[in-house]
């Protein structure tokens, strides 16, 4: 599988849709400041399946392995936007839940997460995250459940990520 942009995602009608709402999704599928300074990139999105990588490296704790926490943002990001997706541009995904088990540690490479939906409802949606190595090895398993509200448009010249 190729790597992608973020804005070629989407089509223009479908970001001019969200962008009615006050949402950038250039800048959602960037996972924002947090996501551009950790190196998520978004590969793959829909409401069935989102993937996304993350470079380790920049990403450690003090013992120079990688961070829960980079995990924990990684597979929120990545289950946030298939919620979002699910919900459609009449729904804003608002994270609730999360529960992340870390299973290995790991220096240098890059992570992997795959966001799968367990629950597509229509007022929540919750997604199971799979983080793995480059060797395909699981990292992390981590559930995120989203809670779906209803969108209300932006005001004029407002645009909110």
Same mark, same amino acid.
């Given at each position: @599988?190729?790597?992608?942009?973020?804005?070629?995602?989407?089509?223009?009608?479908?970001?001019?849709?969200?962008?009615?709402?006050?949402?950038?999704?250039?800048?959602?599928?960037?996972?924002?400041?947090?996501?551009?300074?950790?190196?998520?990139?978004?590969?793959?999105?829909?409401?069935?399946?989102?993937?996304?990588?993350?470079?380790?490296?920049?990403?450690?704790?003090?013992?120079?392995?990688?961070?829960?926490?980079?995990?924990?943002?990684?597979?929120?990001?990545?289950?946030?936007?298939?919620?979002?997706?699910?919900?459609?541009?009449?729904?804003?995904?608002?994270?609730?839940?999360?529960?992340?088990?870390?299973?290995?540690?790991?220096?240098?490479?890059?992570?992997?997460?795959?966001?799968?939906?367990?629950?597509?409802?229509?007022?929540?949606?919750?997604?199971?995250?799979?983080?793995?190595?480059?060797?395909?090895?699981?990292?992390?398993?981590?559930?995120?459940?989203? @809670?779906?509200?209803?969108?209300?448009?932006?005001?004029?010249?407002?645009?909110?990520?």
């Amino acid at each position: @599988m190729g790597e992608q942009t973020s804005t070629s995602l989407f089509s223009p009608e479908v970001i001019e849709q969200y962008a009615g709402l006050g949402v950038d999704l250039v800048a959602l599928f960037s996972a924002g400041d947090l996501g551009s300074r950790m190196g998520i990139e978004i590969v793959e999105a829909s409401a069935e399946r989102v993937v996304g990588t993350m470079p380790v490296e920049g990403n450690t704790q003090p013992y120079g392995l990688l961070h829960g926490g980079a995990s924990a943002v990684l597979a929120e990001t990545m289950g946030s936007i298939g919620a979002m997706l699910h919900g459609g541009p009449g729904k804003l995904a608002v994270g609730v839940d999360l529960n992340c088990t870390h299973h290995r540690g790991l220096r240098s490479g890059k992570v992997t997460g795959i966001a799968t939906p367990v629950h597509r409802g229509r007022s929540s949606a919750t997604y199971e995250i799979v983080i793995s190595d480059e060797q395909d090895r699981r990292v992390c398993s981590a559930r995120l459940t989203c @809670m779906l509200r209803p969108a209300t448009p932006a005001a004029p010249g407002t645009v909110t990520p």
